[in-house]
């Protein structure tokens, strides 16, 4: 009697295990039950298997919970999923997820930072980026530089105006910190390589001038014709003389037209009124206008005005007269 009890025992027992296994490989086949396309899916840190299959199955996004962690301890993957975002697509199977949360190929985001953006503006695109994590609050600018570790010096034209990409959740400091090390590591590439016959003092005053190179043309095609007039002015002691400098200097107060008024107001950066540098940069410049200044191109030319003609360009001059001509020509339409 025990022996036919325990013999029963058994077929049942095969015929339950015959029916999981089957019922398993048909959950591990079917396909997730997305409501879209694509579901968005953030797996929290510090989340273990058993609740991510608790939370699928509550979703409705798998049948069974259970499945899914002897599926993910069969496989080996259950102790190896990397919190993130990631983004389930419609045909993938319970093993894809398993797959792609082991991965950690979790969902990036972008930002751009402009060449020609100063500080403030970079910032307040920053501060707007939904998928950062921000941190900075109201920082003021020294605070800002303080957590990056540098205190005491000036932000403006730190960072490298780049497309950077990041996953969700990334800190608002932690971008900053790769735009100023990819600042750093691109001004001493191009520093070491520079043509040693330029008069800057060291690598802050490269930047101060491909900041105002920059600025004062949107051709890349110009802008080692600019650098070579702003070095060979520098070098003869005259004063820059350029607009760019006087706006920013300006700060609120310009309206979007300098007067002559404007010129003649004396500010640390008036380029009109005081001769050499501007104290700091006037904003982030990019990788063609560091490369100008550090390789400015050869010439005698001394001044350049806009040819106004929707383009961008400039005309360059020898002399003053010259220029003189080249201004009556091109802005004043004589």
Same mark, same amino acid.
């Given at each position: 009697?025990?022996?036919?009890?325990?013999?029963?025992?058994?077929?049942?027992?095969?015929?339950?295990?015959?029916?999981?296994?089957?019922d398993?490989q048909?959950?591990?086949?079917?396909?997730?039950?997305?409501?879209?396309?694509?579901?968005?899916?953030?797996?929290?840190?510090?989340?273990?298997?058993?609740?991510?299959a608790?939370?699928?199955?509550?979703?409705?996004?798998?049948?069974?919970?259970?499945?899914?962690?002897?599926?993910?301890?069969?496989?080996?993957?259950?102790?190896?999923?990397?919190?993130?975002?990631?983004?389930?697509h419609?045909?993938?199977?319970?093993?894809?997820?398993?797959?792609?949360?082991?991965?950690?190929? /979790? +969902?990036?985001?972008?930002?751009?930072?402009?060449? @020609?953006?100063?500080? !403030?503006?970079? =910032?307040? &695109?920053? %501060?707007?980026?939904?998928?950062?994590?921000?941190?900075?609050?109201?920082?003021?600018?020294?605070?800002?530089?303080?957590q990056?570790?540098?205190?005491?010096?000036?932000?403006?034209?730190?960072?490298?105006?780049?497309?950077?990409?990041?996953?969700?959740?990334?800190?608002?400091?932690?971008?900053?910190?790769?735009?100023?090390?990819?600042?750093?590591?691109?001004?001493?590439?191009?520093?070491?390589?520079?043509?040693?016959?330029?008069?800057?003092?060291?690598?802050?005053?490269?930047?101060?001038?491909?900041?105002?190179?920059?600025?004062?043309?949107?051709?890349?095609?110009?802008?080692?014709?600019?650098?070579?007039?702003?070095?060979?002015?520098?070098?003869?002691?005259?004063?820059?003389q350029?607009?760019?400098? /006087? +706006?920013?200097?300006?700060?609120?107060?310009?309206? @979007?037209?300098?007067? !002559?008024?404007? =010129?003649? &107001?004396? %500010?640390?950066?008036?380029?009109?009124?005081?001769?050499?540098?501007?104290?700091?940069?006037?904003?982030?410049p990019?990788?063609?206008?560091?490369?100008?200044?550090?390789?400015?191109?050869?010439?005698?030319?001394?001044?350049?005005?806009?040819?106004?003609?929707?383009?961008?360009?400039?005309?360059?001059?020898?002399?003053?007269?010259?220029?003189?001509?080249?201004?009556?020509?091109?802005?004043?339409?004589?």
């Open positions: 009697m025990f022996s036919r009890i325990l013999g029963i025992t058994i077929i049942a027992l095969s015929f339950a295990l015959a029916w999981i296994m089957w398993m048909e959950f591990a086949e079917i396909p997730l039950n997305l409501p879209e396309q694509t579901v968005d899916y953030t797996l929290k840190p510090g989340t273990t298997m058993a609740v991510l608790q939370d699928l199955e509550h979703k409705g996004l798998v049948s069974s919970s259970i499945y899914l962690r002897i599926l993910a301890r069969w496989t080996g993957q259950g102790k190896k999923i990397k919190h993130g975002e990631y983004r389930l419609r045909g993938m199977v319970p093993e894809d997820i398993l797959a792609l949360m082991v991965s950690g190929k /979790v +969902i990036t985001y972008n930002i751009t930072l402009v060449e @020609g953006w100063n500080f !403030r503006q970079m =910032l307040k &695109t920053i %501060t707007g980026h939904k998928a950062l994590r921000h941190t900075l609050g109201n920082l003021t600018n020294e605070q800002i530089m303080e990056l570790g540098h205190p005491g010096m000036h932000p403006e034209g730190r960072f490298l105006a780049d497309t950077y990409n990041f996953p969700r959740g990334t800190t608002d400091l932690a971008l900053l910190k790769r735009a100023f090390s990819a600042m750093q590591k691109l001004l001493q590439k191009e520093w070491d390589a520079r043509d040693k016959s330029v008069p800057y003092k060291d690598l802050y005053q490269a930047l101060i001038l491909a900041s105002i190179v920059e600025k004062e043309t949107a051709l890349a095609s110009e802008r080692p014709q600019i650098a070579g007039v702003f070095v060979r002015r520098l070098k003869k002691k005259m004063r820059l350029t607009d760019p400098t /006087v +706006i920013y200097g300006m700060g609120d107060k310009y309206k @979007g037209k300098i007067r !002559r008024k404007d =010129l003649r &107001t004396d %500010t640390p950066y008036n380029t009109y009124t005081r001769h050499g540098l501007t104290p700091t940069p006037i904003c982030m990019g990788r063609d206008a560091i490369r100008a200044v550090m390789h400015p191109a050869p010439g005698k030319t001394l001044y350049f005005v806009a040819k106004d003609q929707g383009d961008g360009s400039h005309q360059f001059s020898e002399t003053l007269k010259q220029h003189n001509r080249a201004v009556r020509k091109y802005q004043l339409k004589r």
